[in-house]
């Protein structure tokens, strides 16, 4: 288990919003956060702390109009530490073999794969051709509906009718060497992680899988770590008092 950093980038400004609440054409959001330093300082930051496998995500859409000032603040953060971290947002097989020679470890996909409600097997099978499976992170990121979780895509706004359930990792792990998982409902809120859904994860023994929810202070990374027996890596975002939060950075960065 260890901590995994993050630079979330919208409208060319790193950001931390809350989870689900970006509009139609991806401009606008509930920010908790807006950040005066560049995706750059951040990348730079993480590489002088030896952080390793965090990711960048680009929250505007292909066809936002700030979409390119959003992915220029994100190539520059992978210059700045190359071959360390992840990206995604917008990620399919044309563009991806961009960003993995820019400097990402892997590229970081859900709506291409999860297309029109269904795992789409030829987008997957066309991600790995472009870059290979282990370079690729399945975003398995939820809500919940009922009493299951169930993947959401489209800014976080769209269910699908793929379960989060130990078998769907199961029968995507070929086509992958991560994945990643949000629990949208409560990104950005400080509000604890999703014990639930943290449990389930849990549950599958098998690729890496990093959490990202709700997690806002030394005692919640306690309960986390026991509820998931140490078994799973975690982001924490908008608590973290480099994103405005209360949740010292310094305390995280080495957590173990």
């Not at 509930?30 to 995706?39: H, K």
């Not at 190539?75 to 990620?91: E, H, R, S």
């Not at 639930?196 to 023994?205: D, P, R, T």
Request: charged residues 30%; contains cysteine; aromatic residues 10%.
């Amino acid at each position: 288990m260890k901590f995994r950093p993050c630079i979330d980038i919208h409208n060319g400004a790193v950001k931390q919003i809350v989870g689900g609440s970006l509009n139609k054409d991806s401009s606008k959001a509930l920010e908790n956060f807006v950040a005066r330093q560049s995706a750059k300082k951040y990348a730079k930051r993480y590489k002088k702390d030896g952080l390793t496998g965090g990711h960048i995500i680009m929250l505007n859409s292909l066809d936002s109009p700030t979409y390119e000032v959003t992915k220029k603040q994100a190539l520059k953060a992978l210059k700045a530490y190359p071959d360390a971290m992840q990206v995604g947002g917008g990620i399919n097989n044309r563009t991806a073999a961009e960003f993995i020679r820019a400097g990402a470890t892997h590229v970081i996909v859900t709506s291409y794969v999860f297309f029109e409600g269904r795992i789409n097997y030829d987008h997957l099978k066309k991600l790995a051709e472009a870059v290979g499976p282990d370079k690729v992170v399945l975003d398995l990121s939820c809500r919940k509906r009922g009493d299951d979780y169930f993947v959401v895509t489209d800014r976080w706004q769209n269910f699908t009718e793929e379960k989060v359930t130990p078998e769907l990792f199961e029968k995507l792990e070929q086509y992958c060497d991560e994945f990643l998982v949000h629990g949208v409902d409560r990104e950005g809120k400080r509000a604890g992680m999703d014990e639930e859904l943290v449990k389930i994860l849990a549950s599958y023994n098998g690729k890496p899988i990093t959490y990202a929810g709700g997690i806002s202070s030394i005692e919640q990374i306690e309960k986390f770590k026991d509820s998931c027996d140490g078994k799973l890596d975690f982001t924490i975002g908008s608590a973290l008092d480099i994103f405005g939060g209360d949740l010292a950075y310094d305390d995280v960065k080495n957590y173990k």
